[in-house]
């Protein structure tokens, strides 16, 4: 077995293990695309090693994507996929884990039509609603992780020869899962146990708002009665816990809906629906977006934020320290996965139910009545760098340095 086998292999096993940590009788729903199929192979092997009763495998093709976006008659992009979203929340309500495997082209819709990808992304975040609910309350197993294809080793890396690109971005993503440590479970459980004790500390604040300042940012972001810092593992509805995305670096909470004031300006682009958003502020008033601004993919930030009303308020606050290994490596990856775990960043869209205490068990009515947003779509973009400060303000008003020069100030 070569090196790069042997390291593809525990890439397998942490997925199947540590990611979605399959549980002897359950199934596995593995979303790939075919360049992956290697890969795929190897993880419906350990997932039955384990013993899990089925693998079940959605295949998707970049290139089938976009000639679907160019050549489909138009109404095709209204029309709900209630066959996939059946077949998600079936094996959702069956206790599956579900495995996002990604290669994704940055530039993969450039030029497509950018009304027919905004409908497409509504439909299908519609028709996909009652899976996403149980996604977002900690119901199911679910994690992603990522593989090289060259169009992204392309845009990553393109100073070095093309036909060493690929192999040059699966190096950088087994640093990225640690793979390139002894006993990379074993680092991942330390990993995790470092992030959980930076919640803890919040957790313990109960911080009513946050406060960030940062060249062309100054934003205020108020968080919700009961809010809960959480980290990279969760607990699924069984009592199992899974890791949602790998890598991970973030610590993080629901805002307050109504409570975001200011202004926040883009650190990193954003590859979001086959396209790069670039250079973007977004003004907030009472939690509510009221004007964007962007250098690049104006339209597409603007479609982004007019899915549905909820697309117009923030689900997410993270916190990801400047001093990280994905940032520390100077690599732009042109993917959120990755470089939302090298920046602070927030979310359009959806919060998460596991940010509030009790929300695990409430419904979408009783969320809003909390505070937390909701919506068809969740898209993080960045915002950290080595110049943002963050102020934790308590209930008494005083404030208290969270982050310094963009790196935890405890």
Same mark, same amino acid.
């Given at each position: ?6 390291? @593809? ?58 000639? +679907? ?51 497409? +992304? ?72 470092? @992030? ?16 960030? /300042? ?12 009961g809010h809960i810092w959480a980290q990279g593992d969760s607990i699924n509805a069984k009592g199992h816990s899974f890791v949602a995305n790998m890598p991970t670096e973030e610590v993080f909470t629901a805002p307050l809906k109504t409570g975001v004031n200011g202004t926040v300006r883009s650190t990193k682009p954003l ?17 509510? /977006? ?5 250098? +690049? ?68 009515? +009783?969320? /809003? ?42």
């Open positions: 077995m070569t090196d790069f086998q042997a390291k @593809l292999s525990k890439y397998a096993d942490l997925a199947v293990q540590i990611g979605v940590n399959v549980q002897p009788g359950q199934i596995l729903v593995v979303n790939a695309p075919i360049l992956a199929a290697d890969f795929v192979r190897l993880i419906t092997a350990k997932a039955y090693a384990i013993g899990a009763s089925l693998v079940k495998v959605n295949w998707s093709d970049a290139s089938i994507t976009r000639q +679907q976006f160019e050549h489909a008659a138009p109404e095709v992009f209204t029309q709900p996929p209630t066959w996939y979203a059946g077949e998600m929340t079936e094996f959702a309500e069956k206790g599956a884990a579900i495995l996002n495997v990604i290669a994704e082209d940055p530039d993969a819709l450039k030029g497509i039509d950018p009304v027919r990808i905004s409908n497409f +992304q509504k439909v299908r975040g519609a028709a996909l609603t009652k899976y996403r609910e149980m996604q977002m309350s900690d119901k199911v197993s679910w994690s992603i992780v990522a593989v090289p294809c060259q169009a992204w080793a392309d845009k990553v890396f393109p100073e070095v020869p093309a036909e060493e690109r690929v192999d040059k971005l699966w190096e950088a993503i087994f640093h990225t899962v640690r793979l390139d440590r002894e006993d990379p479970v074993a680092a991942w459980q330390e990993h995790l146990d470092t @992030l959980e004790q930076k919640a803890n500390v919040l957790n313990a604040k109960k911080y009513k708002k946050l406060h960030y /300042i940062a060249p062309g940012t100054d934003l205020s972001i108020e968080l919700p009665e590859s979001h629906g086959g396209n790069i958003i670039d250079g973007f502020s977004i003004s907030f008033e009472n939690g509510r /977006i009221v004007s964007v601004t962007a250098e +690049q993919g104006q339209e597409a930030l603007e479609h982004l934020i007019s899915m549905d009303e909820g697309a117009k308020y923030l689900g997410e606050v993270a916190l990801v320290p400047h001093k990280s290994p994905i940032s520390e490596s100077n690599i732009l990856y042109y993917n959120t996965l990755f470089d939302e775990n090298a920046s602070n960043h927030l979310a359009i869209g959806m919060a998460y139910a596991f940010c509030l205490e009790g929300g695990k068990d409430m419904n979408p009515e +009783q969320l /809003i009545e909390h505070g937390l947003n909701n919506s068809v779509t969740h898209v993080d973009f960045m915002i950290g760098s080595a110049e943002m400060n963050i102020y934790g303000i308590t209930a008494d008003g005083t404030e208290e340095p969270v982050f310094l020069n963009g790196n935890w100030a405890f």
